[in-house]
C-alpha cells in the first residue's frame, strides 16, 4: 500500500504564492508517476498537472488561467516527495488540492485522467482571498 500526504495549504492573499507538497509513505514511489488535482466548492474534481515518475516530463492542464505559466510540478525521488508550486494565485484556485500516484507507468507518461490513478491523498485546502 501506498498512502499520500498533503501538506502547505493554506489561506493567502490573491498574487501570493504556496508550495504544495506530497509525501509518500513507500520506497515505490520513484516508480510512479503522480500528480495534482483540485476541487473547487460545487465543481467536480479536476486534473491539475502530472510528472513522469523519472521526472523528465510534465504536464498540466490546458486552462484559462494558464496554470503551465503559474504552477510548477516538481518531484524529488530521493524524498519520495511531489511538489507544485503555485505562483500568482487568484480566487479562482481555491480548492482543496490532491495528490495521486499511477502505479506501471512507462518511461516518460504523465497520466492526467482521474482513473489512471491508483493511490490518492486526502488534499490540503488552498484558499486565496481577493
Known amino acids: 500500500q501506498l498512502q499520500l500526504v498533503e501538506s502547505g495549504g493554506g489561506l493567502v492573499q490573491s498574487g501570493e504564492s504556496l508550495r504544495l507538497s506530497c509525501a509518500a509513505s513507500?520506497?515505490?514511489?520513484?516508480?510512479?508517476?503522480m500528480g495534482w488535482f483540485r476541487q473547487a466548492p460545487g465543481k467536480e474534481r479536476e486534473f491539475v498537472a502530472a510528472i513522469s515518475w523519472g521526472g523528465g516530463s510534465t504536464y498540466y492542464a490546458y486552462h484559462p488561467d494558464s496554470l503551465k505559466g503559474r504552477f510548477t510540478i516538481s518531484r524529488d525521488n530521493a524524498k519520495n516527495t511531489v511538489y507544485l508550486q503555485m505562483n500568482s494565485l487568484k480566487p479562482e484556485d481555491t480548492a482543496v488540492y490532491y495528490c495521486?500516484?499511477?502505479?506501471?507507468?512507462?518511461?516518460?507518461?504523465?497520466?492526467?485522467?482521474?482513473?489512471?490513478?491508483?493511490?490518492w491523498g486526502q488534499g490540503t485546502q488552498v484558499t486565496v482571498s481577493s
Open positions: 513507500a520506497r515505490t514511489f520513484s516508480s510512479r508517476a
Open positions: 495521486a500516484a499511477k502505479s506501471n507507468s512507462r518511461l516518460g507518461y504523465t497520466p492526467r485522467f482521474q482513473y489512471e490513478y491508483d493511490y
